[in-house]
């Protein structure tokens, strides 16, 4: 009984990103201003603070 109750709930949690997804594609091609999601991340270098050698 409870995989049922598992399987039931998946199924919804699916319909659920699913919907979420579409509503994303469609809000995204209203804002054509708004410049892609790329999947890439970019990394900027910071510098640390002290970051002397030790000296001991």
């Known amino acids: 009984m409870p995989m049922q ?3 039931a709930f998946l ?3 699916a319909d659920l990103i699913q919907s979420a997804k579409a509503k ?3 809000e995204r091609q209203q804002n ?3 410049s892609p ?3 890439t991340k970019t990394y900027v270098a910071t510098e640390r603070k ?3 050698p ?3």
């Open 5 to 7: 109750y598992a399987l």
């Open 11 to 13: 199924a919804e949690k």
């Open 24 to 26: 994303l594609e469609r």
């Open 32 to 34: 054509t201003h708004v």
């Open 37 to 39: 999601s790329s999947n």
């Open 50 to 52: 002290n970051s002397k």
């Open 54 to 56: 030790r000296t001991e």
